[in-house]
Each structure stands twice: as C-alpha cells, then as structure tokens.
C-alpha cells in the first residue's frame, strides 16, 4: 500500500516550453501533498506544499509563476515548469500524506537544453 | 525552528559489519521522526518512523532505530550490512505541534558497503 506514482519519470525540453509533472496517490486520498526539487548530491528541497482545492503555499524564494501547481483530486497532484530554462534541470520528487507521514513518488528528472 | 543534523555525510563499512547512521534533532518536545532511503535516481522509501510509541522503531530490510530522549538522537542501526544496503539516507522530522505538516530533512549520509 502507499503507492505515489511520477509521470514522465524523466523529460527533455527545450528552453522556452513548459512542462508538466503528475503526481499520484495510487491506494490512497491524500489532501496534501509536496513538492520537492533535489540537486545532486544534496537534500530535498520544499518548493511547496499542495492541498486539494485550495491553492498552493510556495516556500519562500520558489517563484510561484515559475513553478505552477494544481491540486485538482485527493489523488492527483501537477507541477508545471513554465518557460524552463536550463538552471530548473533537477530532479522533482512528489510526496503525498494521507496522515502524519510522507509517502514519495519515484521522481521526475528534468533536463532543460 | 526546527533541525535535523546527520554526523557524517559519508559512511563506509564492510559487508557484515554493522551500520550505524547518526542523527539529532533539535526540538526540546520530540517531533516525529524518520529514516528514508534513497537509491540513485529513485525516490525516498520510508525504513522507519518514530511517533512517541515504542522507543526502539524496527523498520524494514533488517535496520532499526532508538529514540532517546535525553540525547535528542535517533541513530539508524543495521546489525550487519548488505552490498544492497548501499544508498543514501536521510533523517527527517515533523514537530508534534506547530510546525504544520512539513518535513525537515537532514542532509543526508551516503553509505557505502564494501566488500
């Protein structure tokens, strides 16, 4: 149990496109869930915290217009990166919490050329 | 504000000694805690939780961890290591109260087993 699932689990664009990532809670409802971006060889980063029907609460320094996010269901989750640039290459994990804890998806690496 | 601190970002052991990942939290009301695994390119799978039940958390894949009050700790431990064991592993906490429902992760050890 306690499935979250990414789609793509990994994408290519070009400079100047969007581009959009799925998260989903698979066995369970979770009214919230998180986005995280994760840099090589460090920790993961709260961009920002989602909850079903209402907007989302961004994390101090993550440009809401950059980085859009949609809580449409108790089980899907979206993060759109607007007009990517090469500096948002990273890798983007998910987590959805049905209570207390965390449950991560597989995560979504995002390379901008 | 809360904090997690991982001593050691690099661990290394041989097959079939034990492992030992340290991690303190800073909060003077013991949050929940965590342990998470992470192989290269994957997300984080949850090993174990701490929440105010059981001191000593058994969690899967053999690891275990100890709550203890009094040196605001929860080291992971493994009684012998695994060439799988090998990943990254990152302590995180969420207050009890007040801090909503974040989590704040340490920076993570890097453990490598060695033959």
């Known amino acids: 149990g306690a499935v979250v699932s990414q789609h793509p689990s990994w994408v290519i664009c070009k400079s100047g496109t969007s581009v959009k990532i799925e998260c989903r809670s698979l066995?369970?409802?979770?009214?919230?869930m998180f986005w995280y971006r994760q840099f090589p060889k460090q920790s993961l980063m709260l961009m920002a915290t989602?909850?079903?029907?209402?907007?989302?609460?961004?994390e101090q320094g993550v440009e809401k217009d950059k980085f859009l996010i949609n809580h449409a269901s108790l089980t899907l989750s979206t993060l759109t990166v607007t007009s990517a640039h090469p500096e948002d290459s990273s890798f983007y994990i998910c987590?959805?919490?049905?209570?207390?804890?965390?449950?991560f998806g597989p995560g979504t690496r995002l390379t901008v050329t | 504000a809360q904090s997690v601190t991982q001593l050691g970002s690099h661990v290394s052991v041989s097959e079939g000694a034990l492992v030992l990942l340290r991690c303190n939290y800073s909060?003077?009301?013991?949050?929940?805690l965590f342990w998470y695994v992470q192989y290269p390119n994957q997300g984080l799978q949850l090993l174990l939780k701490?929440?105010?039940?059981?001191?000593l958390v058994k969690g899967i894949n053999g690891f275990e961890a100890e709550f203890k009050k009094s040196e605001t700790s929860f080291h992971l431990t493994k009684p012998s290591a695994h060439m799988s064991d090998a990943a990254e592993y990152f302590c995180?906490?969420?207050?009890?109260?007040?801090?909503?429902?974040?989590?704040?992760f340490g920076t993570g050890t890097q453990l490598k087993v060695e033959l």
């Open positions: 066995d369970f409802q979770a009214t919230t």
């Open positions: 989602s909850n079903e029907g209402s907007k989302a609460t961004y």
């Open positions: 987590s959805a919490q049905p209570h207390y804890e965390q449950y």
């Open positions: 909060s003077s009301v013991p949050p929940y």
């Open positions: 701490y929440t105010s039940a059981a001191t």
């Open positions: 995180a906490v969420i207050p009890v109260t007040g801090g909503g429902n974040k989590l704040t």
